[in-house]
């Protein structure tokens, strides 16, 4: 009798290895559950059912594995960015750029954000108070949205050095770097005196946090973070006026 059950299970194993594998696994699992010898029979009725439970097993594997995974790699990606933001703080000017010597110290400012003289190498896709910006976007634009020139490709040294659309600071102050309600990254100039301040808004990455700066230092790559349809910078001009700060049109400042 063993030897023709033998031959029989060699038959089945040559014949259909895969089904024979199930069957064992089947014949396994009714015999954790049922400590009592079952009969090939019986073990067939079970093989359904037991084959749906084994494969809940496997997928409840695989997705343990899965979350076990992520609480092991989540300390290291959460680790990689605290350094990347370490280092962005004490190496702010990462890319290494160069000053503009083009521009002259004053706390007033004089000088259009990309360098150069006037507005050469500007152009202005949205004015201060545009009548066209509030018909479109229900707000008033309280200061430009500039773009670089023709000129300002031909011409900037920094652009040729860089091929980047680097924005300079206008005035001597105090620098503050963060985040507004929309989610532009924006970078704050407040002049010494605290009676003027230069915002500019929608860098793609921003090359200074805090401290004291000077015109002509680099502060941050053009770019359309937050509110913005396009890559530009949002260029704005605020006076203290009491307690209040009042938005004034930077093309009254720039010469």
Known sequence: MKLLKYANTLRQLKNDPFGFIIDSLVTVVVSLVVPLPVAGVAVAAFRAPILGLLASLVALMLFMMMIVGIIF??????????????????????????????????????????GGGGMAYTNITAFFMDSGYYLQFGR?????????????FQ??????????????ATINGSVRHFVDQYGGETVEITNSDNSLKVLYVHFSTVLVESGNISPGQPIGIMGG???ATGEHVHYEIRTKDGNNWLPVNPLNYIN
Not at 140 to 150: A, E, K, Q, R, W
């Open 140 to 152: 008033n634009h309280t200061g430009l949205d500039l773009v670089p020139s023709d000129d300002y």
């Open 155 to 168: 011409h900037s040294k920094t652009y040729q050095d860089t091929h980047k659309v680097v924005i300079f």
């Open 225 to 227: 973070t937050g509110f």
């Open 73 to 114: 790699l989540s300390p290291l990606v959460l680790s990689t960015a605290f350094l990347q933001n370490i280092t962005a703080i004490f190496e702010p000017n990462s890319l290494n750029i160069a000053p503009d010597t083009s521009f002259f110290s004053t706390s007033v400012p004089k000088q259009n954000p990309f």
